[in-house]
């Protein structure tokens, strides 16, 4: 079973950015697509980003397109999620995910089988 850890969370004032990193254990990374998706207080987890394994294709969730970006490095061992122009309704415990395929089918958390602890994140107005 693999590990994910999230890191990067903290609070910024609306504008400002922020970085997560996804790191992952074992020897598999590569094969698998990867994404990130976010939980505010009482709302239901939503989907935010997705990368294959090969990074060719990317995947957003309209309401961070143009102001997210999704990468990884699988020498690493790591994916990312950059945040430029945070809002306050970015607030949210975000999650790193692993697809089940290395390419995810669709948005649904369902298509994900590995998820991190996750990682706080607060944007003050």
């Known amino acids: 079973q693999v590990q994910l850890v999230e890191s990067g969370g903290g609070l910024v004032q609306a504008g400002g950015s922020l970085r997560l990193s996804c790191a992952a254990s074992?020897?598999?990374?590569?094969?698998?697509?990867m994404g990130w998706f976010r939980q505010a207080p009482g709302k239901e987890r939503e989907f935010v980003a997705s990368?294959?394994?090969?990074?060719?294709?990317?995947d957003y969730a309209d309401s961070v397109k143009g102001r997210f970006t999704i990468s990884r490095d699988n020498a690493k061992n790591t994916v990312y999620l950059q945040m430029n122009s945070l809002k306050p309704e970015d607030t949210a415990v975000y999650y790193c995910?692993?697809?089940?395929?290395?390419?995810?089918?669709?948005?649904?958390?369902?298509?994900?089988?590995?998820w991190g602890q996750g990682t706080q994140v607060t944007v003050s107005s």
């Open positions: 990368i294959s394994s090969s990074a060719v294709g990317t």
């Open positions: 995910a692993r697809a089940r395929f290395s390419i995810p089918l669709g948005r649904s958390p369902n298509g994900f089988d590995s």
């Open positions: 074992g020897r598999t990374f590569s094969s698998y697509a």
